[in-house]
């Protein structure tokens, strides 16, 4: 009964942290408006501008097709971002220090952030799929690959998701604690998310290959178009899980530390 008690405590606690931070998030229109409009510029200027000069082969389809998974991953990178600036504003402002002063589970004030993250890159992947069917976007994918899709992003957003929180608790300002946003949207460049790797030169094409997001892209893809998906799968999740276990370690640490 008391172990009951315990975790109807914490997950109620959660549960305000939660509804407070999407208070916070979703009065904030123009963060919303940046973090939908950025991917959906993109997908515009590659589809209607670099498109048609762009060779994916006869076997990959519309270039809509083709790069719509590097989108959808940009999109999440510009999300979390804002969950890190949004963590550190708490941090730096002094709204941990009165949290804890308060009796809830302290966790909690992390697992908000997470959560209002998750929701938030979820609305804004959902509007950026109707514009791209707008588009001229036709996946071939079933109720079973959309559920396998699904599971790769919130894996993917939850990862990096708790990146931020690390990048947020760390940063010395909110300008600081989003800056480690860039890197995560800048791989999709570097990856099979706009053009096969194979019109790289060597060395770039060695790194497009053998990083997390050229595994993820192309899972999605091979999913939402109802291509066989290989092994490229299970190493997309295999990349997410990892990266969501070493951010989840680094995060509580740096958590740990903060309110020692």
């Given amino acids: 009964m008391e172990t009951a008690a315990k975790s109807k405590h914490y997950f109620n606690d959660v549960g305000i942290m939660t509804n407070r931070c999407m208070c916070h998030a979703f009065r904030s229109v123009d963060t919303i408006i940046t973090v939908i409009a950025m991917p959906v510029m993109f997908m515009l200027l590659f589809v209607y501008v670099f498109g048609g000069a762009i060779n994916i082969g006869p076997q990959n389809g519309k270039y809509i097709d083709y790069m719509l998974p590097g989108i959808l991953l940009m999109a999440i990178s510009s999300g979390v971002a804002y969950a890190a600036v949004r963590l550190n504003s708490d941090v730096t402002k002094g709204i941990f220090e009165r949290f804890h002063s308060m009796p809830i589970a302290k966790s909690s004030l992390l697992w908000g952030h997470v959560l209002t993250s998750v929701v938030s890159c979820a609305i804004s992947l959902i509007v950026i799929v109707l514009i791209a069917l707008l588009m001229g976007f036709r ?18 957003t939850l990862a990096t998701t708790w ?41 770039v094409r060695a790194f497009a290959e053998n990083q997390p997001v050229t595994s993820i892209v192309e899972a999605v893809r091979s999913l939402l178009m109802g291509q066989p998906v290989s092994n490229e ?28």
């Fill in 163 to 203: 990146l931020a929180v690390v990048s947020g608790l760390l940063a010395k300002s909110a300008e600081g604690a989003g800056v480690f946003a860039y890197p995560l949207m800048f791989l999709p460049f570097i990856s099979s998310a706009f053009v096969p790797t194979e019109s790289m030169p060597g060395p």
């Fill in 233 to 260: 799968l299970w190493i997309a999740l295999a990349w997410c899980l990892g990266i969501l276990f070493v951010a989840y370690i680094f995060a509580m640490r740096a958590y740990r530390h903060k309110v020692a």
């Fill in 139 to 156: 996946p071939s994918a079933g109720i079973g690959a959309w559920l396998v899709v699904t599971g790769i992003l919130l894996l993917f």
